[in-house]
């Protein structure tokens, strides 16, 4: 009997992310300690909470970019950019994982 494709997909993706997550941690856990950090410098800047600082970081990393907290001084701002294109850097390396980790799933399937 045949199993489904999509149990054979997720029975080799699931591992192919983790392999992927724990090659590539480094950099992740590095980008992801300098959007704090450049968030937080941003926060006190800026004379936020931490909090505040930490939401405006996770909002503006993930281009979501809501607008209740905005940089008023030319430093915060000019973090905000730092932030940002940071995150774009982020968000397309998780992309790349993602698409190894599916890659990597099809080619076993095919392979089995």
């Known amino acids: 009997m045949k199993r489904p494709v999509p149990k054979i997909m997720r029975r080799h993706f699931f591992p192919a992310i983790r392999h992927a997550l724990h090659v590539t941690w480094?950099?992740?856990s590095t980008i992801l300690a300098f959007q704090v950090a450049l968030g937080l410098l941003a926060?006190?800047?800026?004379g936020w909470s931490i909090g505040d600082?930490?939401?405006?970081t996770f909002v503006t990393?993930?281009?979501?970019g809501y607008g209740d907290i905005v940089p008023r001084q030319v430093l915060g701002r000019v973090l905000a950019i730092g932030i940002g294109l940071s995150g774009l850097v982020l968000t397309g390396l998780m992309a790349g994982i993602t698409v190894y980790a599916m890659r990597a799933a099809l080619n076993e399937r095919d392979t089995h």
């Open 61 to 64: 990393g993930l281009t979501v």
């Open 43 to 46: 926060g006190l800047v800026e």
């Open 26 to 28: 480094p950099v992740l």
């Open 53 to 56: 600082a930490l939401y405006f």
